[in-house]
């Protein structure tokens, strides 16, 4: 019988300008580079709902393992004039 591989949970924080939103439930990924592939897809999908608040907008994703450990943060930032 082969052997499955064992998903790790993580976390994922995000921040728009205007608010932060902690991540209790989490999402069973098959690895740290999953997690960081989810989370530059998430800011993606911020930048697309959020438009920015004048000339200036930063958008963040901070992926958490669930020991806490901070494995990744994606910004995106937008600076107009």
Known sequence: ???SAR???????THD???SDLDDDGVDLPDDQSA????KE???????????NGNFLAL???V???NGAQIY???LKLEGS
Do not use: I, Q, W
């Not at 960081?36 to 989370?39: G, L, R, V």
């Not at 998430?42 to 438009?51: D, F, G, T």
């Open 64 to 66: 958490r393992n669930s």
């Open 73 to 75: 943060v994606a910004t």
């Open 1 to 3: 019988m082969p052997h």
């Open 17 to 19: 300008g205007d608010k």
């Open 36 to 39: 960081k592939d989810a989370a």
């Open 42 to 52: 998430l800011l993606a999908v911020m930048n697309r709902e959020k438009l920015p």
């Open 60 to 62: 963040s994703v901070t």
């Open 7 to 13: 998903m790790a949970r993580y976390f994922f924080h």
